[in-house]
């Protein structure tokens, strides 16, 4: 229930406990996390849900988390998008 932080392929920072961020104590793994620089915002994923990160104070925004049909319409096409953006 930890994270690292890396800057390229260097070590920066960690663990550092996923409640740092804001994330609820019982999240135990991390689907995905993308940069989106669409928005400059980093969206994290876990489950069903997603939660957007304010990268200014490392912490998860208000109104979070959001059920991942919100994202780009559907759950099947997000998760299609999100392991096509994991592997390249």
Partial sequence: RHYYLFNSNRY???PIPLTDLGLPIHISRIDTIIDWAVNGKAYIFTGSVYW???SQENRIEMDYPR???VWQGSQR???QALLDLSIR
């Fill in 12 to 14: 920066h920072a960690g």
């Fill in 52 to 54: 957007r990160l304010n």
């Fill in 67 to 69: 059920d991942m049909s």
């Fill in 77 to 79: 096409q997000s998760r």
